[in-house]
């Protein structure tokens, strides 16, 4: 079972709706009895890096999860603000992060030669895979994500990057790290690259 942890800050009906499709047996909880007995977790995001640890907190999420992701090595998939939540830390708030990455986040600064590039980066864009990255192995072509965000993960480790983006400069828009898997980009919205991906995690 494919828990969809629910903390008020996700597109869940989709990502549900896609792992349905995929024929991946899935829920959207905010039980920690549902977190503690799940197969693999997806933590979806979409707000501002305090809200969402604050919102992990009020629930009871981060210790029942700290426990599945470090502890039980679940696997878990974070998604946008969700990935984020898995760093130390983010420019965009004072809270820590759940630190399960050894990585921050930072928020995109362009220099004058960059100003028409726009913050939020928003819209489809293209990723560069990292041979070995297990959510990309089935992709074929030009795969390409819908992005909606103004910050990005920056890894100590680039072993711990599993694709790059390029807007104004390459970012890191996705992570691997042991039973650790994250998308800067939405795989439920991005079709049917989105779908290889959500089939690809639930095959773990």
């Known amino acids: 079972m494919i828990v969809i942890i629910d903390a008020g800050m996700g597109n869940l009906g989709s990502i ?23 197969d693999k977790l997806i933590l979806p995001g979409v707000g501002h890096f305090d809200y969402g640890m604050n919102s992990l907190e009020e629930r009871g999420h981060i210790q029942v999860l700290n426990q599945k992701v470090l502890e039980e090595k679940c696997p878990v998939l974070g998604i946008c603000l969700g990935m984020q939540l898995m760093t130390r830390r983010s420019e965009e708030g004072k809270r820590q992060g759940l630190g399960w ?79 650790m898997y994250g998308t800067q980009f939405h795989p439920e919205k991005s079709h049917k690259f989105g779908i290889a991906v959500m089939d690809a995690f639930s095959k773990l």
């Not at 024929?23 to 039980?31: L, P, Q, T, W, Y």
């Not at 807007?167 to 890191?172: K, L, V």
Request: overall charge neutral; hydrophobic content about 35%.
């Open 101 to 179: 990455i050894q990585a921050d986040t930072k928020r995109f600064s362009f220099t004058a030669t960059d100003s028409k590039l726009k913050i939020p980066h928003m819209g489809w864009n293209s990723i560069d895979t990292v041979k070995g990255a297990s959510l990309f192995e089935p992709l074929r072509g030009n795969p390409r994500f819908y992005f909606v965000h103004s910050y990005y993960v920056v890894p100590d480790n680039d072993n711990d990057i599993a694709a790059r983006t390029s807007y104004g400069g390459e970012f890191c828009s996705a992570i691997q790290h042991d039973n």
């Open 16 to 38: 549900f709706n896609m792992l349905r499709k995929v024929g991946a047996n899935s829920r959207v909880s905010d039980k920690v009895e549902d977190i503690l007995t799940a």
